[in-house]
């Protein structure tokens, strides 16, 4: 197992819009080791999103490379990715996507039903999942029936039951009232202290300042904590 | 993930729109519904044409005179009177036609028969005993004519069954006295029912007599006929009946050329066919039209698809994001694709159902509904459905995570 969970060395991405080329990375070099927890920011347009994009496997690199947990995901196809991001990633997003036709223990199963595990071991392991982040009493609740904190809640556990090497979360708190983003915000601290990998991707500072670590995006570059340019070192 | 896990998710999809579900198939479901009922209308009509030709007797040829082509003009079917008892006697020597077993020559008139009170107007047939073999005639009562009731003149008849019901209601007929054209017959048997009592033309009211009775007392002819029925050895035997009894008829006629036959021969597969073929050609034409309503019905449910589709980016691109293989999303709306085809198809087949068992209340036509041909538009339902998903479904495997996740 390598230390670093994530490590993006010159990794460039060019969106091509007809002839003209948009460059929206521009050579990012970063590490995040294991049990780190880490907040990218940054403005809107500086990269930010493609950033999470690519280190979440739902796109692809221009030129540099990206090793996740160990294995170069550069050079696969859609095929391939759809089993890296099933088994090494777990998502959080910024509007919950729960299924709205599915009850909480549904929802959490998910990722375990394109895993291919056996149905008594899914339910089992969603609902200890539901457990761990304090809903074991609302695994039949379907979504429109939990809070916005709950849904995100679920979406914690949904991102936990794969059992992935990096937790990956896109502006986590960016629908939830102060409450919730507080309740949240335990819950993700909780998971780090437990020692897993945490990439969250914010704007808010309140956010930003729970994670260890700083890193921002400006202009497709990502720069430290104390604005320095990053380099093949690790910050 | 299996095969019915991903057909689970799908039929849950088609469940929770339930409605949009319903008004999706109804193109396939009128469809195949219009095509199972239109077929089977042309094959219920079919079997009955069918029926009743058989019901005229087993490897049968019945030739009529007439029909012929003589200098361009073509004499109207048994108009003509050029069929004669001679030649019934000539086809009936083996070593003239060996294939023919039994030849049963007719003269038929219509006549009024009187019992009583009762009169009622049947067709006399002038027959010989024979003609209860040729036809496969059963008997319900008393017994057929003999070669003595021939021989001896003998005033007797033969009911057909619905005759006899008509004259005597229920009493039995056999010995009872009618008159026909004032000469008193004695009935000495009843025919049971031919099975094809619907027709027109019944095979079951007839008076059936010795033919050199009738042509003393009733007026038939005694040389000139209005059909000879022959029956073939076998029914392999079928064709070179055909065959001598053409060439010996020729030769007795006179006549050289086939083309200039002053008789002809039909056999029962030549009238079923020329009774079946048309059905065969409106049963085409009309399941072809209703068969335009299916192709109608895949582009709705294709349509549907495309919409779906539109309206469940998010959960695509979240679906792929937890590790859904491309394949999977594709073989996720195939499914969903192919039960909406699949549910149309059996709506469809219980519409068709319900036809089948109204239509022939309402329009006296029956309705022949196979499970092969049942079977086969369950397939072809499917299969629409399928076809109809194949575009939707590759769309959707296609669409980009991202793209599918930040659509609002």
Redesign the interface.
């Known amino acids: 197992m390598s230390e670093l969970v994530v490590d993006l060395s010159e990794v460039c991405k060019t969106y091509r819009n007809g002839t003209l080329e948009v460059p929206a990375l521009r050579g990012v070099t970063l590490g995040v080791r294991r049990g780190e927890y880490v907040a990218i920011m940054g403005p809107s347009g500086s990269g930010k999103s493609t950033l999470m994009n690519i280190l979440g496997c739902l796109d692809t690199i221009t030129s540099g490379r990206y090793l996740l947990d160990g294995e170069d995901v550069a050079e696969l196809d859609e095929e391939e990715l759809s089993v890296i991001r099933n088994q090494r990633i777990g998502f959080i997003f910024q509007q919950f996507n729960l299924l709205p036709a599915l009850s909480a223990w549904r929802n959490v199963e998910l990722p375990l039903c394109y895993a291919g595990v056996s149905r008594a071991e899914r339910k089992q392991r969603a609902i200890q999942s539901l457990e761990r982040v304090g809903l074991g009493s609302r695994i039949g609740h379907r979504p429109g029936e939990l809070s916005g904190g709950q849904q995100q809640r679920v979406a914690v556990a949904r991102a936990l039951v794969g059992d992935p090497a990096l937790i990956l979360a896109d502006e986590p708190t960016g629908n939830l009232d102060s409450v919730s983003t507080a309740d949240v915000l335990a819950l993700i601290d909780e998971l780090h202290a437990a020692g897993r990998t945490i990439i969250v991707i914010t704007h808010e500072a309140e956010v930003a300042d729970r994670a260890e670590r700083i890193v921002h995006v400006r202009d497709g570059l990502v720069y430290d904590d104390a604005g320095v340019l990053a380099s093949g070192a690790l910050a | 993930?299996?095969v019915w896990?991903t057909l689970a998710v799908a039929a849950?999809a088609v469940r929770?729109n339930r409605v949009r579900s319903l008004l999706t198939v109804l193109g396939i479901m009128i469809g195949i519904a219009s095509v199972s009922l239109t077929v089977g209308l042309g094959q219920g009509a079919q079997n009955q044409v069918r029926e009743q030709i058989n019901a005229l007797g087993s490897n049968l040829l019945i030739v009529s005179p007439g029909s012929s082509t003589s200098g361009g003009v073509r004499g109207g079917f048994g108009s003509a009177t050029t069929l004669a008892r001679a030649d019934a006697e000539a086809l009936a020597d083996p070593s003239v036609a060996p294939s023919i077993g039994a030849v049963a020559p007719v003269a038929t008139m219509q006549q009024v028969i009187t019992y009583g009170e009762q009169t009622w107007t049947s067709s006399v047939v002038a027959a010989t005993p024979d003609w209860q073999t040729v036809r496969s005639r059963t008997l319900a009562g008393g017994r057929f004519l003999t070669d003595a009731d021939l021989a001896d003149l003998g005033k007797v008849v033969v009911l057909g069954s619905s005759t006899a019901e008509e004259l005597l209601g229920g009493r039995n007929p056999v010995g009872a006295e009618v008159q026909i054209n004032a000469t008193t017959f004695t009935v000495i048997g009843v025919l049971g029912a031919s099975g094809s009592s619907s027709s027109a033309t019944s095979d079951d009211d007839v008076v059936i007599m010795p033919w050199t009775t009738a042509s003393t007392t009733v007026g038939t002819s005694a040389t000139t006929l209005s059909s000879i029925y022959l029956q073939a050895t076998d029914s392999g035997a079928l064709s070179a009946a055909y065959q001598q009894a053409d060439s010996a008829l020729l030769t007795l006629h006179g006549i050289s050329s086939s083309d200039d036959a002053d008789f002809t021969i039909t056999s029962q597969e030549s009238i079923v066919e020329a009774a079946t073929a048309t059905d065969r050609t409106l049963t085409v034409l009309l399941g072809g039209i209703a068969g335009i309503s299916l192709l109608v019905g895949g582009i709705g449910v294709m349509n549907i698809m495309l919409v779906s589709v539109s309206e469940r980016i998010?959960?695509i691109?979240?679906?792929?994001?937890?590790?859904?293989?491309?394949?999977?999303i594709r073989r996720q709306f195939l499914m969903e694709a192919g039960i909406l085809g699949l549910a149309g198809g059996i709506l469809g087949l219980g519409i068709a159902a319900l036809g089948a068992w109204l239509l022939p209340k309402l329009i006296s036509q029956p309705v022949t509904m196979s499970l092969w041909a049942s079977a086969g538009a369950l397939v072809v339902a499917v299969g629409i459905g399928l076809i109809a998903g194949v575009y939707p479904a590759t769309r959707a495997a296609r669409l980009?995570?991202?793209d599918a996740?930040r659509r609002e």
């Open positions: 993930m299996k896990e849950g929770l998010r959960e691109g979240l679906r792929k994001a937890l590790g859904a293989a491309p394949r999977l980009a995570p991202i996740l």
